[in-house]
């Protein structure tokens, strides 16, 4: 998915709490908070 600058700390939170609700959903067993990272791209 991409995004400009202006847009990335919602995109991610929003990336997070659906990775986080598809774990719960699917039983894991995680405490822990979804942590999200963002490349510029071209990174790898």
Avoid at 25 to 32: E, K, R, S, T, V
């Amino acid at each position: 998915m991409f995004t400009d600058a202006d847009r990335a700390g919602h995109l991610l939170r929003q990336v997070g709490i659906v990775v986080g609700d598809r774990l719960t959903a699917l039983g894991a067993m995680c405490a822990g908070e979804i942590v999200v990272r963002l490349r510029r791209r071209g990174d790898r």
